[in-house]
């Protein structure tokens, strides 16, 4: 019998959880608040909201496989050594 947690990541891959919705959502969120920081479209944040749906559906779009292969492999490594760097501490 498979454990929940790898059941919940394999369904989660099968949606494209990975390989669409979270370099979507990290795209969106770097370039809105790269926007918003630096105000080169006033404090409106719906037209920043909007700028940034945009592109992060381009750059998702254009990255596809190759860029959430990316963030998989760079997050993945990057919580092993946050995780060796807090053991060491």
Same mark, same amino acid.
């Given at each position: ?17 990975? =390989? &669409?919705?979270? /370099?979507?959502?990290?795209? @969106? ?5 790269? +926007? ?5 479209? %006033? ?17 998702? =779009? &254009?990255?596809? /496989?190759?860029?959430?292969? @990316? ?5 993945? +490594? ?5 995780? %060796? ?5």
């Amino acid at each position: 019998m498979a454990n929940p947690f790898e059941t919940l990541i394999t369904n989660l891959n099968q949606l494209g959880f990975f =390989g &669409f919705q979270l /370099p979507w959502v990290f795209t @969106f969120a770097v370039v809105f608040g790269l +926007l918003l920081k630096s105000k080169s479209f %006033g404090d409106n944040k719906r037209i920043i909201g909007v700028i940034s749906l945009v592109v992060a559906f381009f750059v998702t =779009g &254009f990255g596809g /496989p190759v860029m959430a292969s @990316f963030f998989t492999s760079l997050f993945g +490594l990057a919580s092993i050594i946050i995780a %060796g760097i807090l053991v060491i501490a």
